[in-house]
Antibody, heavy 120, light 110 residues
């Protein structure tokens, strides 16, 4: 069974750094792309960026370029999303998911989400 | 503001057929497949339609997708109370080199 299990909810202060994780299992982790999707409270989904687990090739949405870093450690089948300096506007639910390939809109398995709250 | 445009809400009664529209442009829907995701309250999204009109295994044939030009639609027939959810359309965008989503449509079953 394909599973993506994300790290738990986080509460941070503005200016702090954060790294959340997404561990894949039940499939060939290095054969697929992992995407990160943001959902702000009461809002739609936003595609943030994507990484190929096999070689760490990473691409970012223009809206998020420079604001986040996506990485992967294939030795432990885990992808990461990190911020160096959080803002209150980063408060949202973040989902990792498996994307069929770069250039496809097919996201077939999703993690359970990590809720990030940034508040002073 | 989302790249793809969906109505914010839709409603229907049990047994009814409803459709949800999704409008885009030549760089996304006009040149790529459309995908639909169902997001039940408090849950992660789930793939409902891929390749504009294909259903993953396990998705009932009450759900169907179509595409024409730069617009797409999701139809749900035989509406049930457990269809209450947010529905999101998506497509690859050649100009942005990423997936673009609609703002989501909240379906209420009256």
């Amino acid at each position: 069974e394909v599973q993506l299990v994300q790290s738990g909810a986080e509460v941070k202060k503005p200016g702090e750094s954060l790294k959340i994780s997404c561990k894949g299992s039940g499939y060939s982790f290095t054969s697929y792309w992992i995407v990160w999707v943001r959902q702000m409270p009461g809002r739609g989904l936003e595609w943030m960026g994507i990484t190929f687990a096999g070689d760490s090739d990473t691409r970012y949405s223009p809206s998020f370029q420079g604001q986040i870093t996506i990485s992967v450690d294939k030795s432990i089948s885990t992808a990461y999303l990190q911020w160096s300096s959080l803002k209150a506007s980063d408060s949202a639910m973040y989902y990792c998911a498996r994307q069929e390939y770069y250039g496809s809109g097919k996201v077939d398995y999703w993690g359970q989400g990590t809720l990030v709250t940034v508040s002073s | 503001q989302s790249v793809l445009t969906q109505p914010p809400s839709a409603s229907g009664t049990p047994g009814q057929r409803i459709t949800i529209s999704c409008s885009g442009s030549s760089s996304n829907i006009g040149s790529n497949y459309v995908y639909w995701y169902q997001q039940l309250p408090g849950s992660a999204p789930n793939l409902l339609i891929y390749g504009s009109n294909q259903r993953p295994s396990g998705v009932p044939d009450r759900f169907s997708g179509s595409k024409s030009g730069t617009s797409a639609s999701l139809a749900i027939s035989g509406l049930r109370s457990d269809d209450e959810a947010d529905y999101h359309c998506a497509a690859w965008d050649d100009s942005l080199s990423g997936v673009v989503f609609g703002g989501g449509t909240k379906l209420t079953v009256l």
